[in-house]
């Protein structure tokens, strides 16, 4: 029988017109680009199909060894944050203690900075004239000890370590809030039963946590393989993987049949993680609410003062220093200069990136650097908004004959090489009838496409919670189609909106893999004017830039959690 | 039924007519059609002066006409002095409250109330209704008032439609379908409990299986009901039930007594206190003028 068909606020859209809009900008600037390297491969100089580029790879020493690495530190990274984030998962949401609440906040902040803020961070605390050897020099000197220093810069295990640490709060999330969702008269009855504390562990805690575990591993393993700034800055000239290849060939070594194979491989790999994302999140149903974008939940622990305070306070201590660590190490050398060998504080860098001179190495003023990172991130709001918005109402529609797909293609920025990104949209778009390379607007569009799935994410959250009987209601006050928009259904959106621009905002502020391939050298962005410094040995101004980026994200991220608040007291989303 | 009738669906098919007009496809903004939802749909974002001043303000009303409309109403449900207030800090009553008001500000020609009274406690819909009765009374707007609950239908409505999978089985005054229903689902649904079926007609008796019922008969209807209440164990001028107790349930005003006879079972009350204890047997006399006569 054929259902009535209720009325619907945005019924005007007409959705096989708006689908066909996000699937054709999702086409253009981000699936045919791919597309078109990957072709280089298969069908090189234009002739038929073959397999022949991919064996060159497999049978190229210097590509395998890539490969393996490439895999090897996914996995390692993989398996030590899951272990690492566990237990800290489980304590969060099982006990409250002092300081739990500033645990779970500082678990966003490696989420929601720029990679290369981190990355700088990271070399700041570890590296050969970090923190860290800074501290083990002075021992070494006062006691007369030899404690080797630390020399994690231009390493593999480097490389491994900083992806641990990138990726525990991802993986915190996930589990932590897998973890509150579990039933803990569960628990209870299972030692009632008579199952001592390794029994239940074993038999009630893993079975239910492992779609968790699963869903937590696929996803930190495919931002493994897709992490290119932190490799490139950390992992150096000689440590590679895939996705710096890709770069490597496309910049410097011009060998594109390789680098389209590479991307082939990367994608395959990738495809093989996101589909074990994907069904482990569909086994449990409980995962499916868990967004990245969303905040930890409030869910209160119980209270606990007993033995297990000592681990709690340790285990507090040691996550804190790791996530604060960097960060403090990275503003702390941002104001260390040393003219004549002795260090002394000043604000020297801070001048070099507001120099409004052109510099030579990016073809713009160091400050119209920050200038043009602002300005795109203001313009990436703008375009990834409204695709947002219509691909969150599209989603929320009940019947959808191709639901799921759209679903995926959420997903499709998530697991696509930003480089291989940037440097398709190039290929396919110099010249023709679209030609958009080196124009500021390929920067824009690049940054939107990545952007833009956060936002429907977090835009379809909050339209989930509104309930329907609200428009419904204004309407029955008389209110037109337009009115209730305008008057009820957006300022109940506003928390959605707030967080997708945020968002927008913070990705196209911290992005560097396709920038760096699209961008021209007037429009130079934050992220590459710290690559390009870093890469001349330039650390006191690439730390600027990254403490720059760090206070930028945090002033954004707070004007999120004020407007929040005030959002919070008019009773929405409570 | 309520969607439709509001406009929130389109009917596949049949029409709804108001006034001798029908509206079927005139857009639910535009009917005047008033709905006071279950979950009362307060807008969250407003104060409980934006929410009862919303309808006005979007017909067009000026602000001073707009702040008057408002204070009427809030006088009116009684919730003078709320009008600042934030929708979220109201108790469940005052919810609904501002949820009727908000609905009767832009005078709507029929309201409709989706059990507005299920999600507040026992004593406080007591005095909810008599007050709701009240307004709409004084009011005097046609309201379509759907519930569950036997006595908010009786105790509100002037006519009842018994509703089953969407169509209107029976319709009547409160006492009619109180004492004198014809269908075997409102009957039941209003306290009768017990069939007698019938088998024929023989002159001016009804042929029951349990015997000959005096009866006027102008059709025979399939079977009698009565209510556990009316049977009684002193001899009278009625059916008779000879049976054996099968189960007794004390429920302080009266006993619940489980009675088989020939194998059907039927729902007897019988004093408080009585004592008849399981498998004994038992004479019950069901008086003539108790059996209501179901037609289908």
């Not at chain 1, 220093?149 to 593999?156: G, P, R, S, V």
């Not at chain 1, 119209?368 to 599209?394: D, E, H, Q, R, Y």
């Not at chain 2, 008057?68 to 449900?77: A, E, G, R």
């Not at chain 2, 509703?163 to 269908?183: A, F, M």
Request: aromatic share 10%.
């Amino acid at each position: 029988m054929r259902s009535p068909k209720g009325i619907d606020l945005f019924d005007r859209l007409k959705w096989p017109f708006s689908y066909l809009f996000v699937l054709t900008f999702v086409l253009i600037f981000c699936i045919y680009p791919i597309l078109s390297l990957i072709s280089i491969s298969l069908f090189p100089d234009n002739g038929g199909f073959t397999l022949s580029e991919i064996e060159r790879v497999l049978e190229s020493e210097r590509s395998v060894n890539i490969i393996r690495f490439t895999i090897i530190q996914a996995v390692v990274s993989t398996i030590v944050t899951l272990a690492a984030a566990f237990p800290g998962a489980y304590l969060l949401s099982r006990y409250r203690f002092f300081g739990r609440s500033a645990v779970l906040a500082l678990g966003t902040v490696p989420f929601v900075l720029p990679s290369l803020v981190l990355a700088m961070g990271f070399i700041s605390l570890f590296g050969s004239n970090g923190t860290i050897n800074g501290w083990i020099m002075d021992i070494n000197s006062s006691t007369g000890l030899s404690i080797p220093a630390l020399d994690i810069l231009f390493t593999k295990q480097g490389i491994i370590l900083a992806h641990i640490f990138f990726n525990f709060p991802i993986a915190l999330r996930i589990l932590h809030a897998r973890f509150d969702r579990m039933d803990v008269k569960m628990l209870l009855s299972a030692r009632s039963l008579g199952a001592g504390r390794l029994r239940t562990f074993f038999l009630v805690v893993i079975p239910q946590m492992r779609y968790a575990l699963l869903a937590a591993g696929s996803l930190v393993f495919t931002f493994c393989l897709l992490s290119f700034g932190v490799v490139l800055v950390i992992g150096g000239l000689t440590n590679a993987t895939i996705e710096v290849e890709i770069y490597r060939q496309f910049t410097g070594r011009l060998d594109f049949e390789m680098a389209g194979s590479l991307v082939l491989i990367e994608s395959v790999l990738v495809l093989i993680s996101t589909i074990l994302y994907i069904w482990s999140t569909s086994k449990d149903g409980d995962l499916r609410n868990i967004t990245l974008g969303s905040g930890f939940s409030g869910t209160e622990g119980r209270h606990r003062i007993g033995l297990r305070s000592l681990l709690i306070i340790v285990y507090v201590v040691v996550i804190s220093l790791l996530i604060i660590g960097p960060l403090i190490s990275v503003v702390e050398s941002s104001f260390h200069r040393y003219p004549e060998g002795d260090a002394e504080y000043s604000f020297h860098w801070y001048g070099s990136v507001l120099d409004r001179e052109d510099d030579p190495v990016l073809g713009v003023s160091p400050f119209g650097a920050v200038i043009n990172s602002l300005l795109f991130g203001f313009l990436t709001i703008i375009i990834s908004l409204p695709l947002s918005m219509i691909t969150a109402i599209l989603i929320r529609r009940k019947h959808f004959f191709c639901k799921s797909f759209l679903d995926a293609l959420l997903l499709f920025p998530l697991g696509v090489s930003t480089v291989a990104l940037g440097y398709g949209l190039v290929k396919v778009y110099s010249g023709g009838t679209i030609p958009l390379a080196g124009s500021w607007m390929i920067v824009v569009l690049v940054h939107a496409v990545i952007a833009f799935p956060f936002g429907a994410r977090s835009l379809y959250n909050t339209m989930k919670d509104i309930p329907p009987n609200l428009t419904l209601a204004a309407r029955s006050l008389g209110a037109s189609r337009l009115e209730t928009i305008v008057r009820v259904y957006l300022p109940l959106m506003l928390p959605g909106i707030m967080i997708a621009s945020i968002f927008a905002f913070a990705i196209s502020l911290g992005e560097l893999g396709a920038t760096i391939m699209v961008s021209s050298p007037e429009h130079t962005t934050m992220p590459v004017a710290l690559y390009r410094f870093y890469g001349n040995r330039d650390f006191g101004t690439a730390n600027a830039y990254a403490v720059i980026m760090m206070l930028i994200t945090f002033v954004s991220f707070l004007i999120l959690e004020i407007s929040h608040r005030h959002l919070i007291r008019w009773g929405v989303n409570s | 039924m309520l969607n439709i009738i509001a406009g929130f669906f389109k009917p596949l098919k049949g029409r709804v007519i108001l006034d001798g007009r029908d509206i079927t496809h005139e857009r639910c903004d535009k009917r005047g059609i008033g709905v006071v939802f279950q979950d009362y749909a307060l807008f969250p974002h407003m104060t409980v002066e934006g929410n009862i001043g919303f309808g006005p303000r979007s017909r067009g009303f000026s602000r001073k006409k707009v702040r008057t409309i408002t204070d009427d109403m809030l006088d009116l449900v009684g919730l003078e002095g709320y009008s600042g207030r934030s929708t979220s800090k109201l108790s469940g009553g005052e919810k609904q409250r501002v949820a009727l008001a908000r609905t009767l500000a832009v005078k709507p020609k029929v309201i409709l109330l989706d059990e507005p009274l299920s999600a507040l406690d026992t004593s406080l819909r007591e005095s909810l209704r008599r007050d709701l009765k009240m307004i709409l009374r004084e009011q005097r707007i046609i309201t379509l008032y759907i519930t569950h609950d036997q006595s908010e239908a009786l105790s509100l409505s002037d006519r009842i439609g018994f509703l089953n999978d969407g169509r209107i089985l029976e319709e009547g005054s409160p006492k009619q379908i109180y004492w004198r229903p014809v269908r075997r689902k409102t009957a039941s649904f209003m306290g009768f409990k017990n069939s007698v079926k019938v088998v024929g007609i023989k002159g001016n008796n009804l042929v029951s299986e349990l015997g000959d019922i005096p009866w006027n008969p102008d059709r025979k209807p399939i079977e009698m009901m009565f209510r556990p209440e009316s049977a009684t164990m002193e001899e009278t001028e009625g059916l008779m039930i000879n049976g054996i107790v099968r189960g007794s349930e004390y429920r302080g005003r009266d006993h619940l007594l489980d009675v088989t006879s020939n194998g059907i079972v039927y729902r007897i009350l019988a004093p408080p206190d009585s004592d008849h204890g399981r498998g004994e047997n038992i004479v019950i006399y069901v008086p003539f003028g108790s059996l209501v006569p179901i037609y289908r």
